[in-house]
């Protein structure tokens, strides 16, 4: 089951074309505004070229389901977001409790669950800047709702079964412009991976880890207004001097929750072209020496 796929371009769509690839069946959990243009695109062929795997098969889903995973249940649900059009229009319950108990119905079990979703309404003000509300809907969209899944799906999970999820360098650097709290959710969202590592595989016998990946340019970054900055910034200062590919990404979950990965639970795991482990600019105008 992947959560968070809303269009082609992004590394949720990469780690389910991984799996797919694998020979894992997708189900997908797509954001309740964003499910009519997905599925019209899907069903019109838009996204059938990006759907090509490498053995030539198109990627099939075998379910998408409408997810907001911000409500557990229901009842948690306003009145105003009930009845706002989109969210009127889902075909049943899209909590996160709810999207569990449809896909126990639908399937019985899954085998693996991917987190790829975050929202920071306030991401592009500085962390100083911040309201309450918007730092609180930053971990809750995107930290809480990791718990939430676990809490929900790791009892449907088959033993060995995995999660994964996806982080940023900000929580643990100072990177300036991932504001609004995102760089504290996704500090959360490391910490807990460790801790329900533990609880995950104490209880259910499954891995949870999660990958800290280097700047991409999807739809999701580009609404933060800094990427190309950073992706040219990685360029110039990384040990591999390439773009990050959405596919690189894609792959390393399909290892984290494939058998090979057996023994691997509670990593942060880089995939940045080895930006992280820099310590200094080596292109910084600080540097540069006058020539005589």
């Not at 080895?274 to 292109?283: E, F, K, N, R, V």
Request: hydrophobic letters at 40%; charged letters at 20%; proline letters at 4%.
């Amino acid at each position: 089951g992947v959560a968070g796929v809303a269009d082609d371009n992004g590394f949720g769509w990469a780690i389910s074309k991984a799996l797919a690839y694998a020979g894992a069946d997708v189900i997908l959990g797509t954001w309740v505004p964003a499910m009519n243009i997905f599925e019209t695109s899907l069903r019109r062929g838009k996204f059938d070229e990006s759907r090509m795997m490498p053995n030539g098969k198109l990627m099939d889903f075998a379910k998408v389901y409408p997810m907001d995973a911000v409500f557990d249940a229901p009842e948690d649900v306003p009145e105003d977001v009930a009845q706002n059009k989109r969210y009127a229009a889902a075909d049943g319950d899209f909590s996160v409790s709810g999207v569990a108990e449809r896909v126990k119905q639908d399937f019985g079990s899954i085998d693996i669950l991917v987190h790829s979703l975050a929202n920071g309404p306030e991401v592009t003000k500085p962390l100083l800047e911040t309201s309450r509300n918007g730092y609180l809907a930053a971990m809750s969209a995107s930290s809480y709702s990791y718990v939430s899944m676990l809490q929900q799906f790791a009892p449907i999970m088959n033993e060995g079964g995995a999660a994964v999820s996806l982080t940023y360098l900000a929580s643990e650097r100072i990177i300036p412009g991932y504001g609004g709290g995102m760089s504290s959710a996704k500090a959360a969202l490391e910490s807990d991976t460790r801790v329900l590592a533990y609880e995950c595989g104490r209880k259910h016998g499954i891995r949870v880890n999660t990958i800290s990946a280097g700047p991409l340019g999807s739809r999701a970054a580009k609404a933060i207004g800094f990427i190309d900055d950073m992706i040219n910034y990685s360029h110039a200062n990384a040990p591999l001097q390439k773009d990050l590919a959405a596919q690189e990404v894609g792959n390393v979950a399909a290892f984290l929750c494939s058998p090979l990965a057996s023994a691997v639970t509670g990593v942060t795991m880089y995939v940045d072209n080895g930006l992280s482990q820099m310590g200094l600019a080596p292109d910084s105008k600080a540097l540069e020496r006058d020539e005589e």
